[in-house]
């Protein structure tokens, strides 16, 4: 049997929808439980107020809802933010599909879609999250940082 490092993880299946108004509460849920350690690292964590400012920033026109196997696993938001750019926001994957790649394969599929557009794509992270790494591996660059976050960029790959 091989090594435990030696595995290369597989990626689920996974399929993105439009979102709903009815999927703000899930995502908010979501948001809560993705973000704590790093709001809590960071002497940020409010139960209440993590929800609210996912309810207060939703807007299911730009939104994305991650499924696999049908079922509820995550979301992402691209905003347009003019002048050849968009944000993206509000990226969140179930925990206990973490460390698979489906992360990285999301991303990639919204980063072609960015490059085919000739889209600059902006992001903010907060300081000390795992996510920059996956950011960083995928072409973002760091443009500027307060005390909670770090703010990225990717320009339009021409490939």
């Given at each position: 049997m091989p090594?435990?490092?030696?595995?290369t993880p597989t990626v689920p299946?996974?399929?993105?929808?439009p979102a709903t108004t009815d999927d703000v509460e899930p995502v908010a849920e979501l948001r809560a439980v993705v973000l704590r350690a790093d709001l809590e690292r960071l002497g940020?964590?409010?139960a209440h107020r993590v929800r609210q400012r996912l309810r207060d920033a939703f807007d299911a026109s730009c939104?994305?809802?991650?499924?696999?196997?049908?079922?509820?696993?995550?979301c992402v938001a691209l905003r347009?933010?003019?002048?050849?750019?968009?944000?993206l926001e509000h990226f969140y994957l179930s925990p206990a599909l973490q460390g698979r790649g489906l992360g990285t394969a999301v991303l990639r599929s919204l980063l072609a879609r960015a490059d085919t557009e000739?889209?600059?794509v902006r992001l903010n992270v907060l300081r000390g999250s795992a996510a920059r790494r996956l950011y960083a591996r995928t072409g973002?660059?760091?443009t500027s940082?307060?005390?909670?976050?770090?703010?990225?960029?990717?320009e339009p790959y021409a490939g």
């Open positions: 090594e435990p490092s030696s595995f299946a996974w399929e993105l929808r940020r964590y409010d939104t994305s809802v991650l499924t696999v196997d049908g079922a509820f696993a995550g347009p933010a003019g002048r050849g750019e968009v944000w000739g889209l600059r973002f660059r760091v940082e307060d005390p909670v976050d770090v703010f990225m960029v990717r």
